[in-house]
């Protein structure tokens, strides 16, 4: 199975701050990536898939580059309802649909 | 609108057998693929199965926590999915979503997402 691996694990960071977090495949999965957001006690949803492709609806201050292994996502300019728990996952070899360990972006 | 609802979570024992249930609407349940995925308190996201469509004869796969001691299945006359896990362990405990799979130019996500049903397993 392909393992994803992603960093750091939390963060801390203030609004209007630019933040990114990464994640590493353990083989290479192309542009195969998609990004969710989990706020507590919600269920996941859906930012970025094909690693950079914004999800309709999603605010542009949302971005995802990546391929192969490498990823990143990207938030421009942090907001208030942006901190939450974010998730990337593969869909490139499937199933299973391996997640990350998920990164906690919570206020400093 | 989609609308994804799971029931039959609670508390369960060691060794017993769950089983849940996925509510469909707002969209063609019987051409959907629908996933498992399940979460731990305060840990990640784990995949755990996934059904197919009638197009691809309902076959089901399992995640290797899962494989050998469940069982997914579908009643597309009634809009319904189901998870069956026997078994249980202690680290079955978890939320547990439906979820149906979304494509966009071939690139596969979860798009719509049930609220989750808990489940606890104890001893």
């Known amino acids: 199975d392909i393992q994803m691996t992603q960093s750091p694990s939390s963060l801390s960071a203030s609004v209007g701050e630019r933040v990114t977090i990464t994640c590493r495949a353990s083989?290479?999965?192309?542009?195969?990536l998609n990004w969710y957001q989990q706020k507590p006690g919600k269920a996941p949803k859906v930012l970025i898939f094909a690693a950079s492709r914004l999800q309709s609806g999603v605010p542009s201050r949302f971005s995802g580059n990546g391929s192969g292994t490498e990823f990143s996502f990207t938030i421009s300019s942090l907001q208030p309802d942006d901190f939450a728990t974010y998730y990337c996952q593969q869909s490139f070899i499937t199933p299973p649909l391996t997640f990350g360990g998920g990164t906690t972006v919570d206020i400093k | 609108e989609v609308e994804l609802v799971e029931s039959g979570g609670g508390v369960f024992q060691t060794g017993g057998t769950l089983r849940l249930s996925c509510s469909a609407a707002g969209f063609t349940f019987s051409a959907s693929a629908i996933h498992w995925v399940r979460q731990a308190s305060g840990k990640g996201l784990e995949w755990l199965a996934r059904?197919?469509?009638?197009?691809?004869?309902?076959?089901?796969t399992y995640s290797v926590s899962i494989n050998g001691r469940s069982t997914v299945s579908r009643d597309d006359s009634r809009n319904m999915a189901y998870l069956e896990i026997n078994s249980l362990k202690t680290e079955d405990s978890a939320v547990y979503y439906c979820t149906r799979g979304s494509s966009k130019d071939g690139y596969n996500f979860f798009g719509y997402w049930g609220l989750g049903t808990l489940v606890t397993v104890s001893s």
């Open positions: 083989q290479a999965i192309d542009s195969y």
């Open positions: 059904i197919r469509d009638r197009g691809h004869s309902h076959a089901p």
